[in-house]
């Protein structure tokens, strides 16, 4: 029955895109596309109209851009929104922008009609809207995360006496700026995050977030020098692995094959970090689907007695990779995304 089926509304200003995107998602018994629209003023009369589930929604059009509809389209209603966006800096920007704002996920705009009706691209979408949907029910409309000020950063540099490693995929963007923004300045950690993301993005995310963080955020780059204070993103399609000299702990990227089909891999920098000459090290699992960072985390547990954080299930867009962790009985503490800082830092107070 067509009541039952996942409503999706096709929001993109190519007619040509429009009508592939429309086609791959039918070729789906569980999806049906009620409607499409060319431009940000169309979709939110669309949106309204039509009721639908989820949305995907272009980022760049005429009229209305992807980022103002979306801000309305989250007063107007609930729904599952997944960014179609280009992999320009213009267009990575963007995306990273309407994930803080509440977007689901994104998909990079493929090249060709050909990229697109591929079997991973279309396998993507597909399970990226059933997701979507599935989140939309789950959760209902989460809270907008508040901005605050941010404190002057330190000149004097702080002892490095942790190294804090966080493995994330779907919902992470959003999840992070909440999160960061509330450690200080003068962390005596190092915060290393594994974001699953294609090349490009993870540059954005790290500059958004350095805007927002009393912490210096940046993408990782080959023989950075891990420091307190300072976080680091591993950037899309390299692994983020670790050598050490003497004290210091130096970042090494790796372009070796995908691990579980993703590159960077959470796993690979656990796994890494526990065979580092790092001391202190407290890992921590957010959102995200399947289980990347579960075995990691687990090398982390028997060779540096890690204390492991695990993000619960009533906060997570998709609880796939905390769910892997804990049933592997190696998280310490399970907790909602607003308290994850306040953890992590009273652990340091803890063994320091």
Not at 4 to 27: C, F, P, T, W, Y
Not at 126 to 134: F, P, S
Not at 259 to 283: C, H, Q, W, Y
Request: proline residues 5%; contains cysteine.
């Amino acid at each position: 029955m067509r009541e039952n089926k996942i409503k999706v509304l096709v929001v993109d200003d190519s007619a040509l895109m429009r009508r592939l995107i429309q086609d791959l998602l039918e070729q789906d018994t569980e999806i049906d596309v009620i409607g499409v629209a060319r431009d940000g003023a169309e979709a939110l009369k669309k949106a309204h109209e039509l009721q639908p589930d989820v949305i995907t929604l272009d980022i760049e059009m005429p009229v209305m851009d992807g980022i103002t509809c979306l801000e309305n389209l989250q007063k107007q209603g609930s729904y599952g929104i997944i960014v179609v966006s280009g992999s320009t800096q213009t267009g990575a920007n963007a995306t990273i922008r309407a994930l803080e704002l509440g977007a689901f996920d994104f998909i990079s705009k493929p090249q060709s009609s050909a990229e697109l009706v591929s079997d991973s691209k279309r396998t993507e979408i597909i399970g990226k809207v059933k997701l979507a949907y599935q989140a939309l029910k789950k959760a209902g409309k989460r809270n907008q995360q508040q901005s605050k000020s941010l404190v002057k950063r330190p000149e004097k540099t702080t002892q490095l006496k942790y190294v804090v490693v966080i493995g994330i995929s779907t919902g992470g963007p959003r999840a992070l700026s909440a999160i960061l923004p509330e450690f200080p300045a003068d962390l005596p950690a190092a915060v290393v995050i594994v974001q699953h993301m294609p090349p490009g993005f993870t540059k954005s995310l790290a500059e958004r977030l350095d805007e927002r963080c009393s912490l210096a955020v940046k993408e990782a780059e080959n023989n950075d020098s891990l420091q307190a204070g300072h976080a680091y993103i591993a950037p899309g399609d390299y692994h983020l692995t670790f050598e050490g000299e003497d004290r210091d702990i130096l970042i090494k990227l790796q372009k070796t094959p995908p691990v579980g089909s993703f590159r960077p891999s959470v796993d690979v920098t656990m796994k890494s970090l526990a065979e580092s000459n790092a001391d202190s090290v407290i890992g921590v699992i957010m959102t995200g689907m399947g289980s990347d960072g579960s075995r990691g985390l687990l090398e982390l547990k028997n060779r540096k007695n890690a204390y492991i954080i695990a993000q619960d299930e009533s906060t997570s867009i998709v609880f796939g990779m905390p769910r892997s962790a804990i049933e592997l009985d190696i998280v310490d503490e399970i907790v909602p995304l607003q308290k994850i800082p306040s953890c992590i830092m009273n652990q340091m107070e803890v063994r320091h």
